[in-house]
């Protein structure tokens, strides 16, 4: 089987989504990139129920070259991030993760950029924006994401959920799970009052303090 370790791994976060409140049904989807090959979650199918052969290699024009069922719906959007997409420190993007998670997306709906009510925030970059409201699986939506993503490792799509992307899917997954509960937090602090928010200086000496984060 083509990509067989990478089929595995999108299978484990697909599954692990559900688990993590992140998507409900067979919303989402999360791909893996190696060289020329994409595996990417199928469209329609409980993520219950899914095994890393339900999972579909594509190639980065889009055309299946292994598998039995159809891509996710969302593929454009997939391979725009991995064609245009430029990581702020030049590390390599080989994983995206889209989520429906609920306090994002309920942002989504209500600002163009989350407030920066923690420093958390800068796990994604100075900001994070919301990606303006086109039709799922479109071109016009890809073309959306990529304007939010410019200088940034994820973004929030109007009245639609999250992208997120890293070097490998653990990086791209723990940021989709960083921007749901810092959304989740503006609107419990927003709920109770008007929350504090960061400086924008203090916002950019966190991305850059991150730089040098945890034990490399």
């Known amino acids: 089987m083509i990509l067989e370790t990478e089929r595995a791994a999108v299978c484990a976060y697909a599954r692990r989504m559900v688990g993590d409140g992140l998507v409900v049904g067979t919303s989402g989807n999360v791909s893996l990139r190696a060289a020329d090959l994409v595996a990417v979650t199928p469209t329609g199918v409980a993520y219950s129920s899914l095994t890393p052969g339900d999972i579909a290699v594509v190639d980065l024009g889009g055309q299946v070259v292994d598998g039995s069922l159809k891509p996710t719906s969302e593929l454009p959007m997939h391979l725009s991030v991995y064609w245009d997409v430029r990581d702020p420190d030049g590390e390599p993007v080989t994983a995206v993760v889209h989520t429906h998670s609920p306090h994002a997306t309920a942002v989504s709906t209500l600002v163009r950029e989350v407030p920066p009510i923690h420093y958390i925030i800068a796990t994604v970059g100075p900001s994070v924006r919301v990606a303006r409201y086109a039709t799922y699986g ?79």
Do not use: F, K
Not at 146 to 162: I, S, V, W, Y
Not at 176 to 203: M, N, T
């Open 138 to 216: 479109t071109p016009e939506l890809a073309a959306a994401v990529l304007e939010a993503l410019e200088g940034r490792r994820g973004c929030l799509m109007a009245n639609h959920g999250t992208l997120t992307y890293g070097d490998g899917l653990e990086a791209a997954y723990h940021r989709a799970q960083q921007l749901e509960w810092a959304c989740r937090v503006w609107l419990l602090a927003q709920s109770a009052g008007r929350p504090s928010l960061l400086p924008p200086p203090e916002v950019a000496n966190v991305v850059e303090r991150l730089r040098g984060y945890g034990q490399g």
